[in-house]
């Protein structure tokens, strides 16, 4: 069965840091390309960061500068590393596993940013 498991959120006070993980078992996570969504209530999940298997990121233009992604395939976790957080990027933030063949999700972790 797999599982993606994300970690790392919290309350923080803006102009802080954390950082989320994101762990999958079940499946080879090498394969995948992988990314992190975030949705507050009454909007849309929005796609917030991407990194390819080959290492290759992308970035929503309201983190640029300020968040980054990466991964680690031999502990088959990814991560975002957010700083200089903002109330606006308030929201429960969800990962994703895909592949040409399948599509999995976390159950996500909330991030509370205060003013």
């Known amino acids: 069965q797999v599982q993606l498991v994300e970690s790392g959120g919290g309350l923080v006070q803006a102009g802080g840091s954390l950082r989320l993980s994101c762990v999958a078992s079940?499946?080879?996570?090498?394969?995948?390309?992988m990314s992190w969504y975030r949705q507050s209530p009454g909007r849309q999940r929005e796609l917030v960061a991407a990194i390819s298997s080959s290492g290759t990121t992308t970035y929503a233009d309201s983190v640029k500068g300020r968040f980054t992604i990466s991964r680690d395939n031999a502990k088959n976790t990814g991560y975002l590393q957010m700083n200089n957080l903002k109330p606006e990027d308030t929201a429960a933030y969800y990962c994703?596993?895909?592949?040409?063949?399948?599509?999995?999700w976390g159950q996500g972790t909330q991030v509370t940013v205060s003013s």
């Open positions: 079940g499946r080879r996570f090498s394969i995948d390309n």
């Open positions: 994703r596993s895909m592949s040409p063949v399948s599509d999995y």
